[in-house]
């Protein structure tokens, strides 16, 4: 049985696939209407979403399939001890595949070792979030078009965003590209993200100073800060302004720069940054709905369902 639950369980020849399906599918939404016609996707979301579950289940709909699941764990027998495994073994008996966010890093992994349909890992604590990766690399395809050769800023909080750590592990594979982190000592990218770096022999600097660095970006990939992973209130309300995007500091920014962010913002992009034409990140969540439709065709059609 084929999962996601890492970026890396796909070779880049099934993203390159994936990405291809995905513009197909935004060229001819009509070929694909009736495509999981009967069949079902259980979105198990046990902490919150807007973006991931909704693109999930509009993906779905738009492919013709249904969608069971719940948003909130408290409304599942997880609140009454149940564990993951068990949950995943359940759901096999009503769907066909599900996808899964958990604040607990490596549920999805856990629920896949048991688990008789597909699972995608929805977001799993400050760990991975592979499909966002799948948005964030059809992004920029489609707004770059293509990756090698790229330098790439990350910005804020490295340490905790997990939609940081599953792209760089991505863009690790391709050529030539030049990492930028940005951040506070604070918030630092872990280290096992830099020994992956290291280990390929990758160009990448860490700064402090996104000023100082933002006229050699190509793509700049805003985060907020995780205040869900801190133990420290303090330690957030002092770290959570370090990094404020606005249109004065884009002024020395290249011309065909695009400017990504997962979302959800809080306050690291001025919204008056949302109407500069390199400001992408609503494209990039529309995205995420025709990327999440290519997934689940493909790893529907891999269980022969
Ligand atoms: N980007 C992302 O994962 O957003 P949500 O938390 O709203 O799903």
């Not at 160009?203 to 996104?210: I, M, V």
């Not at 390199?278 to 369902?305: P, T």
């Amino acid at each position: 049985m084929r999962h996601l639950i890492d970026i890396l369980d796909l070779t880049t020849a099934e993203i390159d696939e994936l990405i291809e399906t995905a513009n197909d599918i935004i060229q001819n939404p009509a070929a694909y209407a009736h495509k999981c016609e009967g069949k079902k996707l259980a979105a198990l979301f046990f902490e919150p979403s807007t973006r991931t579950r909704l693109s999930f289940e509009a993906a779905m709909y738009e492919l013709g399939g249904h969608v069971i699941g719940f948003s909130d764990a408290g409304n599942s027998s997880s609140a009454k001890g149940e564990s993951v495994a068990d949950t995943i073994k359940m759901i096999g008996c009503y769907a066909d595949i599900a996808a899964m966010r958990h604040f607990k890093e490596g549920a999805p992994l856990v629920a896949a070792m048991r688990s008789d349909i597909p699972v995608i890992n929805a977001g799993d604590g400050g760990h991975n979030h592979p499909t966002q990766t799948l948005t964030d690399l059809l992004t920029i395809k489609r707004e770059k078009g293509h990756f090698d050769g790229l330098t790439v800023g990350f910005c804020g909080d490295l340490k905790f965003g997990r939609t940081v750590h599953s792209l760089i592990t991505a863009l690790s594979r391709y050529e030539n590209i030049k990492f930028v982190l940005i951040s506070p000592q604070e918030l630092k990218v872990p280290s096992y993200v830099k020994d992956l770096l290291k280990e390929k022999g990758l160009s990448y600097k860490q700064t402090t100073d996104l000023d100082s660095v933002m006229p050699e970006l190509d793509i700049l990939y805003m985060t907020r800060v995780q205040r869900e992973r801190f133990f420290n209130e303090e330690e957030y309300l002092r770290l959570k302004d370090s990094y404020i995007l606005t249109p004065e500091k884009l002024k020395c920014a290249k011309e065909d720069l695009r400017i990504l962010h997962p979302l959800p913002r809080v306050n690291e992009i001025a919204v008056a940054v949302d109407d500069d034409p390199r400001a992408c990140y609503f494209r990039q969540a529309l995205n995420g709905k025709f990327i999440r439709m290519a997934l689940i065709l493909k790893l529907l059609e891999e269980a022969g369902k």
